[in-house]
């Protein structure tokens, strides 16, 4: 029976927190792993953690965690201006390392770590998991096939929850200074770009807007008033490389129906992307996503996805589904020495793309994407 790679989680808050949320509950549903340390801010809450997830070993120190003999996969789920001193002694240590999307709070901090991971020779994985989505995967394998013919336009809405009614909560109040590097722009606009490129190819030049719609926004637990200076509204327009022309609307605050919608047309018929739901007013990444099609002018109708696309054990919760189907796709790079998840020269490149969409704002003109 082969050894299950072992497992150190940052950020491993018992309370709250992305980790919580999904790195946990998938890593204790999967076989391939076993979750051997934790890390948190403070010893208490580490201890917790530990006791609550079965780790054996817990620090306040997440460098004493990425030198542990016992770890061998590193988890980073903290707040984005935290990552690169993070990942940085993990990957000294030769470890195997996960972080969370967005992969630095700047693309000179991505640039780095993407440096520093190629000489480490280990595997690493940047955390969009929107990819493994199992709607996503038959989606993909559908448009290379040419199931609705050669692709002539590409519709992108997606809006989410955050900062509806003028509110937000505490901890994210983080998310609403630019500097941060975990805005609107970098983690909707982040994880939709992604699944856009992922799906269709890179995107060549590109126009783009950027406003603040709601300056100030409530603090829900404090009632203290905060400024907003990161973008929660973003317009994008342009074409792929293959001459396929894309739009594409992101933006926060909305009250209503938070949803995301990918709409891909071809000459034979469409097919889409929906993610919609209660937790789709966080972002396509932790919603379900399905999939529909209508072709020659029929009605849209649901394409479930194959049994085959379902790789990871079943969870009920769709935020731990699609972050376990990437363990599971990790473990099998680890494994086998295969390179099939988003990387950190994915996350590199993704971070590279925003630039193109701020430079296009500040300049007013169309963008050619860099090389």
């Excluded at 072992?6 to 919580?20: C, D, F, N, S």
């Excluded at 009614?165 to 941060?180: F, K, P």
Aim: charged share 20%; glycine share 10%; hydrophobic share 40%.
């Amino acid at each position: 029976m082969t050894e299950p790679i072992r497992v150190g989680v940052i950020g491993a808050g018992p309370e709250r927190g992305w980790a919580r949320t999904s790195h946990l509950p998938a890593l204790t549903a999967l076989a391939d792993y076993e979750l051997t340390a934790v890390a948190t801010t403070r010893s208490g809450s580490a201890r917790r953690a530990a006791e609550l997830y079965g780790a054996r070993h817990h620090f306040t120190d997440p460098a004493r965690l990425s030198g542990h003999p016992e770890v061998d996969l590193v988890v980073v789920a903290v707040k984005t201006p935290d990552h690169a001193e993070l990942v940085t002694p993990a990957l000294e240590a030769g470890k195997h390392v996960y972080c969370e999307w967005p992969l630095a709070r700047t693309t000179k901090e991505a640039e780095v770590l993407a440096a520093a991971a190629g000489r480490s020779g280990a595997h690493h994985a940047v955390g969009l998991q929107s990819r493994h989505a199992p709607a996503v995967r038959h989606a993909r394998r559908l448009l290379a096939s040419g199931a609705i013919g050669r692709i002539t336009g590409i519709d992108v809405y997606a809006a989410r929850a955050k900062g509806a009614g003028g509110t937000v909560t505490s901890d994210a109040v983080y998310t609403l200074d630019r500097g941060n590097g975990a805005g609107t722009l970098e983690v909707a606009g982040g994880h939709t770009l992604d699944l856009l490129e992922h799906l269709c190819g890179r995107v060549g030049r590109l126009s783009a807007s950027l406003s603040v719609q709601q300056p100030r926004l409530t603090v829900s637990d404090t009632a203290e008033s905060v400024g907003v200076t990161g973008a929660d509204h973003i317009l994008i327009g342009g074409y792929l490389v293959t001459g396929v022309p894309v739009s594409v609307h992101i933006h926060d605050g909305k009250t209503g129906h938070a949803r995301t919608r990918m709409e891909f047309s071809g000459t034979r018929g469409s097919l889409a992307l929906v993610s919609e739901g209660p937790a789709a007013g966080h972002g396509i990444q932790v919603s379900d996503i399905r999939l529909y099609e209508s072709m020659a002018g029929d009605t849209w109708r649901e394409v479930p996805a194959p049994p085959a696309y379902r790789t990871a054990v079943d969870v009920p919760d769709t935020a731990v589904r699609n972050v376990a189907e990437l363990y599971s796709a990790l473990a099998r790079d680890i494994r086998t020495g295969s390179r099939t998840v988003p990387d950190f020269e994915t996350g590199l490149g993704l971070h590279l793309l925003l630039d193109t969409v701020r430079s296009a704002h500040r300049t007013a003109s169309c963008q050619a994407r860099e090389a």
